[in-house]
């Protein structure tokens, strides 16, 4: 049930009880995860406060889920790393990816 521990620990870190919602994540296997799964365990890890495995999770699913708008405009759960590099770059991917989908579907 990793879509449950995620949203539990995402309100454990927005209520500021980071290390309750780091343990809450502790036992999901990331490994059996889709692209879109792993983009929302990635925000409650940066809320949580673990910026780097939540930055490595936004790497992997941005392979196969890469909602640029909402990434860039709208989900305030990526506000604590939204000035990284590491987070710009894998913005401006995310950006390319979209595009690329538009012009291949003609949207």
């Known amino acids: 049930m990793p879509y449950a521990r995620q949203l539990l620990a995402l309100i454990d870190g927005l209520e500021g009880r980071c290390e309750a919602a780091l343990e ?8 059996v995860l889709d692209p879109h799964q792993q983009f929302h365990l990635a925000e409650s890890f940066i ?34 790393v939204r ?5 710009q770059d894998l913005l401006e991917r995310a950006k390319e990816r979209t595009e690329a989908f538009r012009r291949q579907f003609s949207l």
Do not use: K, W
């Open 83 to 87: 000035d990284q590099p590491r987070f």
């Open 24 to 31: 809450r994540l502790a036992p999901i296997n990331i490994a």
């Open 47 to 80: 809320v949580a406060g673990d910026h780097d495995r939540g930055l490595e999770l936004l790497e992997r699913s941005n392979e196969g889920f890469h909602p640029y708008l909402y990434m860039a405009s709208y989900c305030r759960f990526l506000d604590p």
